[in-house]
């Protein structure tokens, strides 16, 4: 039996950005089931940082990550993100989520301008405009194209310079309370410890359910990506990432010739090794082209991952009632990369009991706004 201060169920970005942090205060053990860390959701993320995503306090999140994940890279290792600009489009009856939009922005001192239609093209030249495709627009000049790679290695390597373990290959299998601590089988070892953090995203219920904790209604829903070559000869990589402000796509260059693009659809799903459909594909690619001149000739690849909600779509962090030493790190939706810097310090603070941090404070968060208590659990 292998003893640690706490053990960490999950590998990708909501379990790694955690136990990074809370490698600094004991011995942490992280669990993931598969031969990689990130292989599920985290692996399969586009991870483009932006404002048209989430509520006030997802968007709060990420205004307070934004700093670190742009922040000049230690020597020798890669950058976390890039700037990249954002464009956000809205059809003719759309204009008012647009203005919504552009007062977030405003709020939180985005580089941002409200452009034309035809400025829009001029930055994505194959946009159509006029009211049933692009009628208005805002670019942000301020976003983040993130590498999810360097994201994971750059927390790994956290954790292990702290003391801290990653063992792959580690499907829960058990989980029991044992005196005053638990115990956790996993791919053949049983690890034990005072704390376990369940950060296993689509699992998450099923992880608790092995615990005897009451499950908080996480529903995993399946969204698809699709690649596909740009216009011939023509290097796409200055288009910004585009997105429309209600139900439509987002598109983004891929290197110099390539592009993904996704209908940003919700499938649900159960906890699984998600795959596209056919579906899916081809209502990512109707969209693409019906707002655009792109033709989509062949789609060069295709992929899902499942993104991971509670019932209010908000992240779930803290200790489980009743159940001692049990403490919940879930539900991070669409944005776990983006709001990592500070969902992982808010996760610090609830698993060890310290004071809710001070500028997470400041932004009008609490504790309270993602406590299991609020869902009844």
Known sequence: MRQADMVVIGGGIAGLSHAARLAQHGTVVVLEGESAPGYHASGRSVAFAHFGLGDAIVRALTAL???????????????????HPALHIARADEVAVLDALE?????????????TPDEARALLPVLKTGPEHCHAALVD??????????MLAAHLADLRAHGGTLVTGAQVSAIKRQGSGWQVAAGG???????????????????????AVTPIGIEPRRRTVISFAGPDSEDVSPWPFTKTVGKGFYLLPEGRGQLIASSMDQTPSDPCDAASEELDIAIAADRVE?????????????????????????????HAARAPGFVWCAGQGGYGFQTAPALSLIAESAVLGLPFPDDCAEAGLSFAMFSPARLGA
């Open 65 to 83: 990550s934004l700093p670190d994940l742009a922040a000049p890279p230690a020597e020798g290792h890669p950058a976390l993100a890039v700037r």
């Open 103 to 115: 007062e977030v922005h405003r709020q939180f001192g985005c580089d941002n301008v409200r452009i």
């Open 141 to 150: 000049h301020g976003s983040l194209k993130l590498d999810t790679d360097a």
């Open 189 to 211: 070892e049983t690890y034990a410890a005072p704390l376990v953090i369940n950060a296993a995203g689509a699992w998450a219920d099923k992880v608790a359910q092995m615990a």
């Open 290 to 318: 019906q707002a655009t001149t792109l033709p989509i000739r062949r789609i060069s690849h295709s992929w899902a991952g499942l993104r991971s909600f509670a019932p209010d779509e908000l992240p779930v962090i803290g």
